[in-house]
């Protein structure tokens, strides 16, 4: 069976993007039911014993709660899926770890990383040999130019961008419509 874990709505854009993807979504586990969820509701995860079969995708935007949901589940000897949406242009030559998710319309070039569980949300691209740390959130519209290594749990909110070879630390929160022009070496809010 495969399985969302969401909190919000956030759960029903990764659903629409798993099903463009062509993975067919059989329920889904939050700590509320929501609304117009179009598969079953499994309940709240913690009550959940995963089966063989179950693959799961954590549509969870908080890092904190995201992290918790990743660990309890690979607890539990859990699967994750990539949910990738056709729109994108993913390099060959590109690394996508488990449990990423890319929203519509986003690039991925050659050499880019990214890390488990990271989301990439819509038109946002990682260039050539950048990174996208684990657990990262990187926002809509963003771009990630070529070298530029985002470590873990970062979260870059919508229209940043990073100049080449930029570094930026784990744990860093980026503002939205930044410029980031030099290397961010310890975690922060800029």
């Given at each position: 069976?495969?399985?969302?874990?969401?909190?919000?709505?956030?759960?029903?854009?990764?659903?629409?993007?798993?099903?463009?993807?062509?993975w067919s979504v059989s329920g889904f586990l939050s700590p509320i039911e929501i609304k117009n969820?179009?598969?079953?509701?499994?309940?709240?995860?913690?009550?959940?014993?995963?089966q063989a079969e179950d693959v799961f995708c954590i549509a969870i935007k908080d890092i904190k709660?995201?992290?918790?949901?990743?660990?309890?589940?690979?607890?539990?000897?859990?699967?994750?899926?990539?949910?990738?949406?056709?729109?994108?242009?993913?390099?060959?030559?590109?690394?996508?770890?488990?449990?990423?998710?890319?929203?519509?319309?986003?690039?991925?070039?050659?050499?880019?990383?990214?890390?488990?569980?990271?989301?990439?949300?819509?038109?946002?691209?990682?260039?050539?040999?950048?990174?996208?740390?684990?657990?990262?959130?990187?926002?809509?519209?963003?771009?990630?130019?070529?070298?530029?290594?985002?470590?873990?749990?970062?979260?870059?909110?919508?229209?940043?961008?990073?100049?080449?070879?930029v570094k930026i630390a784990s744990d860093v929160k980026i503002k939205a419509n930044s410029a980031?022009?030099?290397?961010?070496?310890?975690?922060?809010?800029?």
């Open positions: 069976m495969n399985i969302i874990v969401c909190e919000d709505d956030f759960g029903l854009d990764v659903f629409c993007f798993a099903k463009s993807a062509g969820f179009p598969a079953e509701y499994l309940g709240i995860m913690e009550n959940y014993s995963p709660k995201r992290i918790a949901a990743a660990d309890f589940l690979k607890r539990k000897n859990a699967k994750f899926a990539k949910i990738i949406h056709p729109t994108c242009e993913v390099s060959r030559l590109s690394e996508i770890s488990q449990g990423v998710i890319i929203a519509p319309f986003c690039l991925v070039s050659a050499g880019a990383e990214i890390g488990e569980f990271a989301i990439i949300e819509s038109h946002s691209q990682i260039g050539h040999n950048a990174s996208a740390g684990a657990f990262s959130n990187i926002g809509s519209h963003c771009d990630l130019t070529g070298f530029c290594k985002v470590g873990d749990r970062c979260d870059i909110a919508s229209g940043c961008a990073l100049i080449p070879k980031i022009i030099s290397s961010k070496r310890k975690p922060g809010t800029f």
